[in-house]
């Protein structure tokens, strides 16, 4: 596991939603464009990109889950509680360290939960 691993979820999450938005969007153009001449629909105009970006969304969401898994299994191993939940915040949720400290709470300080993360991840993720 590397810290691109981690980060690389996030973002990919975000493309799908972003490419499941657009998709949403050109299946509601595509089915209301209208009529042409006497009532032939245009319905095919967008058939082609669409297809091509399910294609790309099923790709992602594939990757994203086989990711995901990877990282589970990471955090899992993991022995201390409070980082394991740090760590799963701020990569599977996505949350900002602010964010990660709100949701711990205690008196936790968003730079003492980054640091103490960032220690560990130094010393047990691979540097390749």
């Not at 399910?54 to 299994?73: A, F, G, M, N, P």
Request: net charge positive; hydrophobic share 35%; aromatic share 8%.
């Amino acid at each position: 596991m590397r810290l691109a691993d981690l980060k690389r979820l996030h973002a990919l999450n975000k493309e799908i939603e972003y490419d499941k938005a657009r998709l949403y969007s050109l299946c509601q153009r595509r089915d209301h464009v209208g009529i042409i001449g006497i009532g032939s629909f245009k319905k095919s105009e967008f058939s082609n990109e669409i297809s091509v970006l399910q294609e790309r969304v099923r790709t992602h969401l594939k990757e994203c889950l086989s990711l995901y898994k990877q990282i589970l299994d990471f955090i899992n191993a993991i022995p201390d509680a409070l980082l394991r939940l740090s760590i799963s915040l701020r990569y599977i949720n996505g949350l900002e360290w602010e964010q990660v400290a709100l949701h711990i709470g205690g008196g936790n300080k968003p730079d003492a939960i980054r640091k103490s993360c960032e220690r560990y991840l130094k010393c047990h993720l691979s540097k390749d």
